[in-house]
């Protein structure tokens, strides 16, 4: 199998690795290859994009085929689409004064 670069990780102190989402692997026949899949959630280097990788690779012993889709956001626009476009819900504790907002 390809082995995933590290352009999208930081190694060291603060080590950032993606999140597997999703990840099969299938083999239909004995004379069929091999079929790899995985979906990947992580950060740029720099933390400035979050990124999704999908990762397809068919191996065999007479050939190994592979093709990784890289999409990417800036992470402040990835934020701002979320708190604009999510399900918000609030939480706080029992003391915490009850604020009313206009009517």
Known sequence: MKVMSSRY?????DTVRPLILTQRT???????PIIFQETSLGLASDRSQI???RYFERYS???ADWVE???SIATAEFIHWIMTHGQL???CSENT??????A
Not at 9 to 13: A, F, K
Not at 26 to 32: K, R
Not at 97 to 102: A, C, L, M, Q, T
């Open 26 to 32: 299938a083999a239909p026949g004995l004379d069929t």
């Open 61 to 63: 012993p007479d050939c």
């Open 97 to 102: 004064p009850k604020i009313h907002g206009p």
């Open 69 to 71: 889709y890289i999409h």
């Open 51 to 53: 990124v999704v990788r």
């Open 89 to 91: 819900r609030i939480e």
């Open 9 to 13: 990780t930081v190694e060291g102190r």
